[in-house]
């Protein structure tokens, strides 16, 4: 069975920073391709930013270049770092991942994330 499990989310004053996990466990995770998303009720999930397993980086805009992601292929895990957190960026925060040349995708339950003085 394969579970991802999000961990790092909380409550940080504008300005600050948290460091998001996910271990991937039951699958090996040298072969997935993984992603950040996040989501606000009443909006559509979108994607943060994406590592491929050979170490390709994609980030979409919304984070103003204030995150990074990056994998620990030894701990099969998955990490997202952000900075000068915004109000904005207040969202439950999931990780996604899929095996190489595969249909199958798997989701975290997510980690919240409040951005709030």
């Known amino acids: 069975q394969v579970q991802l499990a999000e961990s790092g989310g909380g409550t940080v004053q504008p300005g600050g920073s948290l460091r998001l996990s996910c271990v991937l466990s039951?699958?090996?995770?040298?072969?997935?391709?993984m992603n950040w998303y996040r989501q606000v009720p009443g909006k559509q999930r979108e994607r943060v930013a994406s590592v491929s397993r050979f170490g390709r980086i994609e980030y979409t805009g919304v984070q103003m270049g204030r995150f990074t992601i990056f994998r620990d292929d030894a701990k099969a895990t998955l990490f997202l770092q952000m900075n000068s957190l915004i109000a904005e960026d207040t969202a439950t925060y999931y990780c996604?991942?899929?095996?190489?040349?595969?249909?199958?995708?798997?989701w975290g339950l997510g980690t919240r994330v409040t951005v709030s003085s």
């Open positions: 996604n991942g899929s095996p190489e040349g595969s249909t199958r995708e798997y």
């Open positions: 039951g699958a090996d995770f040298r072969i997935f391709n």
